[in-house]
């Protein structure tokens, strides 16, 4: 058999091609990899801002709820005074 002027392909050339492939592939999947942590913790960035912004949010709430449970306890002691008050100004007087 004669394969005239062509060079025949050796094992170190094919290996060395798989190599180069390899590489590559590995390249490119290290900075698709890369790209995707990125996205990631520039969510991650983003939903803790979010999660502060909440907490700030439910921190006010909180106040705000405790400020009323006050005005409604003050509210509440002020009408049963208020109460008593109007009871003994129309309960009949004993001679």
Do not use: W
């Not at 798989?18 to 995707?36: G, I, M, P, T, W």
């Not at 909180?62 to 129309?90: A, C, G, P, T």
């Amino acid at each position: 058999m004669c394969y005239g002027h062509q060079r025949s392909v050796s094992l170190d050339d094919l290996i060395s091609s798989r190599n180069r492939r390899s590489q590559n592939d590995y390249a490119s999947a290290v900075e698709h990899l890369l790209a995707r942590l990125a996205q990631t913790e520039a969510l991650l960035d983003r939903a803790r801002a979010r999660e502060a912004e909440l907490t700030r949010c439910l921190d006010e709430m909180k106040r705000f709820v405790s400020v009323m449970e006050i005005l409604e306890s003050y509210l509440k002691r002020r009408f049963h005074d208020q109460q008593q008050h109007v009871s003994l100004l129309l309960s009949p007087v004993s001679a």
